[in-house]
């Protein structure tokens, strides 16, 4: 039951770095119909500043300013320089670009940082654990983490729900022509999405710093995952980000755990050893896939949400 | 130049690479031109999909690491007669094309690329579980597949020629089929879809059947690769690789037969030239790609004058 509650929480750790990450995504691909392969790069970028920052700071909150404002402003730089350029252009375009940025920002890290990647030290006030419930031990970091994650995403989705801003991105996500029509100036509105989109997921690679490698390409894997999450969420909605990337985080936390033990049970060993690992990596992946062949809009479709 | 004398070009200059490679002492060119080659024919059956049919897929690593695993796993059990091997892993690629063709077909635009995206992390991973097969460390496979007495791939020179054989046969292939009945329905299905079908056209079909030969196109890339370097693993397929093989496609200029041949060979040879000054290359690859997307919509290929139409 502890390893229970202990996973879970790790689960719902993962799903709110994937939201942080999945918000941004999923808006500049609603409303500007715009793939973002670079968006990992963000993630990787503000990992390395903070890393760094908070190297020669020691302070954690300067470093957390530092990782999302590098992130904004690589965003609004790539914004600039080429993704505004693309938006009339096909996904093709947009995949090949972003797939050069990806390659420049990961070489460019190598050349600054070092091939070899660098350590991320938790700052020393949350560096232990602590007992939430009778026996049920935590570290204090992921536990903030978790709480900096959960209050950013309920910021960010009442931004999104109640203001007036947040309407006009909405309205921009259901319906982009509809929205311009109106006499929303789709192209500031997508600039200031995408440079938003840059810094939460910056917040995502300053959190989640300490936990992970801090290496180039880092960003590459939480990238996928959260093309995982939009899918399954659908495309351009928030409410649907927030809940695919709950549901991945959790499952596919949760199926690393139980997916051995269940199969170490009922199978011999030797072949439980070579599926498993196989197995829980693909979860995730086959949820998708059942997604798009049984609800391709997703589970919370951006028109309704 | 015309693009017909570059094409030509482009075929002498990899017929005479053996010859060159001789003359100048450095057997290492075989292997370099015959992996662009193997990427090549990738490239070409990826843009079967991207050009014909206007599909991205954004997994067509998993065809080539299906062609790799027949080679590497029937040589692991001691069957290294390439008539088994070939046609087993052609028709495991065409098997698995038309399984994830038929459930991927059916979705359009983005759902398309992250349906065959989630199909290749899917066959990654069955891979990379592999480890009886070396999963991501690889595995060495000790023998080529062997043709009886007929050809002899532990030559380097047999094999390179028999890469640039089939990578020429693929290019007339193409060729044909854009000229015939399916190809032609096939462009119409790219141009419009509905018009298509409601000329009583079952295009969900018809795009099938582009899925699956380009499948099995791209499993002959991996059966060329697994021979080439004696050594399969999970890492040939990587969504990183689909993209390469994409980039590859694009760079080249996807709307014609040749392009795809013009990108592989531009990338690598880019990747190999660069790599000798320097190990980051890669932060002057990036930025060329997002010139070429800015300012080359149609790829290298794109650039040069087309001797038929005055502009294309």
Known sequence: ?305 | MSRKIVATLFIVGFAAVPVIAKLLGQPYYLTLFGRILIYCISALSVNLLLGFVGLVSFGHAMFLGIGAYAVGICAYYGIESGFVQWPLGIAAAALAGLIVGAISVRLTGLYFIMITLAFGQLFYFVASGLTLYGGDDGMTIDARSGFGGYVNLGNQTTLYYLILAIMLLFLVLLHRLSRSRLGMVIAGIRANESRMQALGFPTYRYKLIGFVISATMCSVSGLLLANLTDFVTAQYMTWQRSGEILVMALVGGMSSLFGPVIGATALLLFEEVFSAYTDHWAVILGPILVLIVLYMPHGLWGLLPDSKKASS
């Open chain 1, 1 to 305: 039951m502890t390893q229970f509650a202990t996973q879970l929480l790790n689960g719902l750790q993962l799903g709110v770095a994937l939201f942080l990450m999945s918000a941004g995504l999923t808006l500049v691909l609603g409303i500007m119909n715009f793939v973002n392969l670079a968006h990992g790069s963000f993630f990787m970028i503000a990992a390395y500043v903070a890393a760094t920052t908070y190297k020669y700071t020691q302070s954690f909150v300067v470093s957390g300013l530092a990782a999302v404002a590098s992130a904004f402003a690589v965003g609004v730089a790539v914004d600039i320089i080429c993704v505004r350029k693309l938006y009339d252009r096909d996904h093709l375009a947009h995949v090949l670009a972003t797939f050069g940025l990806t390659l420049f920002f990961n070489e460019a890290v190598r050349i600054i940082w070092g091939p070899a990647g660098i350590f991320a030290a938790v700052p020393p006030f949350l560096a232990g654990q602590v007992e939430i419930a009778p026996g049920l031990i935590y570290p204090v970091y992921r536990l903030v983490v978790l709480g900096v994650g959960v209050v950013t995403g309920l910021g960010l989705y009442g931004v999104i729900v109640k203001t007036r801003a947040g309407m006009i991105v909405r309205a921009g996500g259901s319906d982009r022509m509809m929205a311009a029509a109106m006499g929303v100036n789709i192209r500031t509105l997508s600039a200031a999405v995408f440079g938003a989109g840059a810094a939460l997921a910056g917040l995502a690679g300053f959190m989640a710093a300490p936990m992970v490698a801090v290496q180039s390409g880092m960003g590459d894997p939480i990238l996928i995952l959260t093309l995982v999450v939009i899918v399954i969420g659908g495309i351009g909605s928030v409410r649907g980000a927030v809940l695919a990337s709950l549901v991945v985080g959790v499952v596919d936390t949760l199926g690393r755990v139980y997916i051995p033990m269940a199969i170490g049970s009922t199978l011999p060993r030797a072949v439980a050893d070579a599926l498993s690992p196989a197995l829980t990596s693909m979860l995730i992946y086959l949820i998708m896939t059942a997604i798009l062949v049984f609800k391709p809009r997703g589970l919370l479709p951006a028109s309704t949400g």
